[in-house]
């Protein structure tokens, strides 16, 4: 058994001699934030307006429009470049708008909170560019990185109950960051030009996890530092066999937190179980969990009571945040070593301040308007009590099988008002081609109502296949 202390020792041990290595190298980077003035707010959260119900505008976030052009080349599922509304002159032709656009509901979106309308974030965004501009003038490590960027650093490192947080242009940047990192730090502490076999680092990784985290597994790889066991999706008791039949010390396992096309939750309890016997680095990616679980918005992590076991917890602020950019809260050290080492940070331009701005203002919104989680989640009952499927999440895999069904099933809602896209290969595996129905906070029960309905048309809710995906990740 391997308590949390000796995992803090070794773990905390490699990092802390890696970063020596960096620093004894002259390779040690920093992030030296520029200060804007005036100053952003960060006095108070009393400084954002924040409201306790939903309001008319909250439903410009689910209730969107499409030319009659590409409502037809959808229906007959003929290949677009987007260009059915652009003129000559290069902008949209909005003449007899009324006529020549269609009217849909969203339910494919991942604007979980609806937070993508509101006026405070709105407002953020547009004070910060008026005050500043676009911004962000370079990279985060040369001078793209301003007290905006750091406030809303330290907001995301509360909300996540981490000691700090490093910022990067998106998600996928940030899942990549981490793992080439991790791949650094063997060649770090190792002088030799190949490592020992018995210095390298396991990684294992969910079967389903997102492509960006199976894409910086790819590039850690090519540093020929890691070895990489891929265990079966949410299977616990594979990945126990995979642990106890590794011989290498340092070890990660990385998962999704809340799976994007299945909306499972990994099994968090069991893996904080199995942390604490083999002592590996815990990182979850917690993209479609951030602000939509836990009682105060922290995640999967709050959700099940395990923020301290989490060791590295990557995030997005493109989906309940209504915004954009990706994040990774962990210790300072962890954030020294990614941001010294982590390609996709270091050599990408900074988040524009206005962008920076409005994030901040969405994780302080998100946190204080709970009615949204509260809504949500209702709506995930209301779903569940009108199909009868045993749904866990706001988001609703419908697995029909062939490629030819999920499209039938796409066009039917489309004609019935209804934007839910068909998932086909190579985004899901062949024969579990599905619909992808995403709840949100600003949805409505007469909203879930017709929805049921129109699916019920198409679909029989007794024989339909829900996260059920049990593929292999390619490596």
């Given at each position: 058994?391997?308590?949390?202390?000796?995992?803090?020792?070794?773990?905390?041990s490699w990092v802390e001699e890696a970063l020596a290595k960096l620093h004894s190298s002259k390779l040690l980077r920093s992030l030296r934030p520029i200060n804007l003035s005036p100053q952003p707010h960060k006095n108070s959260e009393d400084d954002y307006q924040v409201f306790d119900e939903m309001q008319p505008w909250d439903r410009s976030s689910v209730e969107i429009s499409i030319s009659e052009p590409t409502f037809h080349k959808w229906l007959l599922d003929i290949p677009s470049s987007?260009?059915?509304?652009?003129?000559?002159?290069?902008?949209?032709?909005?003449?007899?708008?009324?006529?020549?656009?269609?009217?849909?509901?969203?339910?494919?979106?991942?604007?979980?909170?609806?937070?993508?309308?509101?006026?405070?974030?709105?407002?953020?965004?547009?004070?910060?560019?008026?005050?500043?501009?676009?911004?962000?003038?370079?990279?985060?490590?040369?001078?793209?990185?301003?007290?905006?960027?750091?406030?809303?650093?330290?907001?995301?490192?509360?909300?996540?109950?981490?000691?700090?947080?490093?910022?990067?242009?998106?998600?996928?940047?940030?899942?990549?960051?981490?793992?080439?990192?991790?791949?650094?730090?063997?060649?770090?502490?190792?002088?030799?030009?190949?490592?020992?076999?018995?210095?390298?680092?396991?990684?294992?990784?969910?079967?389903?996890?997102?492509?960006?985290?199976?894409?910086?597994?790819?590039?850690?790889?090519?540093?020929?530092?890691?070895?990489?066991?891929?265990?079966?999706?949410?299977?616990?008791?594979?990945?126990?066999?995979?642990?106890?039949?590794?011989?290498?010390?340092?070890?990660?396992?990385?998962?999704?937190?809340?799976?994007?096309?299945?909306?499972?939750?990994?099994?968090?309890?069991?893996?904080?179980?199995l942390r604490e016997r083999h002592g590996f680095l815990l990182v979850i990616d917690d993209a479609h969990g951030t602000l939509v679980c836990g009682k105060h918005g922290g995640g999967v992590a709050e959700e099940f009571n395990c923020d301290r076991q989490v060791d590295i917890c990557i995030g997005t602020l493109s989906k309940a945040a209504g915004c954009h950019g990706g994040f990774i809260a962990c210790s300072k050290k962890w954030k020294q070593l990614i941001q010294s080492r982590g390609?996709?940070?270091?050599?990408?331009?900074?988040?524009?301040?206005?962008?920076?701005?409005?994030?901040?203002?969405?994780?302080?919104?998100?946190?204080?308007?709970?009615?949204?989680?509260?809504?949500?989640?209702?709506?995930?009952?209301?779903?569940?009590?009108?199909?009868?499927?045993?749904?866990?999440?706001?988001?609703?895999?419908?697995?029909?099988?062939?490629?030819?069904?999920?499209?039938?099933?796409?066009?039917?809602?489309?004609?019935?008002?209804?934007?839910?896209?068909?998932?086909?290969?190579?985004?899901?595996?062949?024969?579990?081609?599905?619909?992808?129905?995403?709840?949100?906070?600003?949805?409505?029960?007469?909203?879930?109502?017709?929805?049921?309905?129109?699916?019920?048309?198409?679909?029989?809710?007794?024989?339909?296949?829900?996260?059920?995906?049990?593929?292999?990740?390619?490596?």
């Amino acid at each position: 058994m391997v308590n949390d202390n000796n995992y803090g020792d070794s773990w905390d041990s490699w990092v802390e001699e890696a970063l020596a290595k960096l620093h004894s190298s002259k390779l040690l980077r920093s992030l030296r934030p520029i200060n804007l003035s005036p100053q952003p707010h960060k006095n108070s959260e009393d400084d954002y307006q924040v409201f306790d119900e939903m309001q008319p505008w909250d439903r410009s976030s689910v209730e969107i429009s499409i030319s009659e052009p590409t409502f037809h080349k959808w229906l007959l599922d003929i290949p677009s470049s987007g260009d059915e509304d652009i003129c000559s002159n290069g902008v949209a032709d909005n003449k007899e708008a009324n006529g020549r656009f269609k009217k849909l509901l969203l339910f494919s979106g991942n604007d979980y909170l609806g937070l993508s309308s509101h006026p405070t974030i709105a407002r953020a965004a547009a004070n910060a560019a008026q005050k500043h501009g676009m911004g962000p003038r370079g990279s985060a490590l040369i001078c793209g990185y301003t007290n905006y960027h750091r406030l809303l650093e330290s907001s995301l490192a509360d909300l996540k109950k981490k000691e700090d947080c490093l910022l990067c242009p998106t998600g996928f940047a940030a899942n990549m960051a981490v793992m080439v990192a991790l791949g650094n730090i063997v060649s770090l502490l190792d002088a030799a030009e190949k490592p020992m076999k018995e210095d390298r680092i396991a990684i294992f990784s969910d079967a389903l996890n997102h492509a960006s985290i199976i894409d910086g597994i790819r590039l850690a790889e090519r540093q020929h530092t890691v070895d990489v066991y891929v265990y079966r999706h949410c299977d616990m008791s594979h990945l126990s066999s995979l642990l106890s039949s590794c011989e290498l010390k340092k070890k990660v396992v990385v998962t999704d937190s809340l799976f994007s096309m299945d909306g499972d939750f990994a099994p968090m309890n069991e893996l904080v179980n199995l942390r604490e016997r083999h002592g590996f680095l815990l990182v979850i990616d917690d993209a479609h969990g951030t602000l939509v679980c836990g009682k105060h918005g922290g995640g999967v992590a709050e959700e099940f009571n395990c923020d301290r076991q989490v060791d590295i917890c990557i995030g997005t602020l493109s989906k309940a945040a209504g915004c954009h950019g990706g994040f990774i809260a962990c210790s300072k050290k962890w954030k020294q070593l990614i941001q010294s080492r982590g390609r996709s940070f270091i050599f990408s331009t900074s988040s524009p301040v206005p962008i920076a701005a409005a994030a901040h203002a969405a994780v302080i919104v998100g946190k204080k308007e709970a009615w949204r989680r509260k809504a949500i989640w209702n709506r995930v009952q209301e779903f569940r009590a009108l199909t009868g499927i045993p749904i866990t999440s706001p988001i609703i895999s419908l697995i029909v099988g062939s490629e030819e069904k999920a499209l039938k099933a796409s066009r039917h809602l489309l004609k019935s008002g209804f934007h839910v896209t068909a998932i086909r290969p190579p985004t899901v595996p062949p024969n579990s081609c599905r619909l992808r129905v995403t709840l949100c906070a600003t949805h409505t029960a007469d909203d879930l109502k017709k929805l049921t309905a129109a699916l019920s048309c198409c679909i029989n809710f007794q024989d339909i296949g829900l996260c059920n995906s049990r593929g292999t990740a390619r490596l």
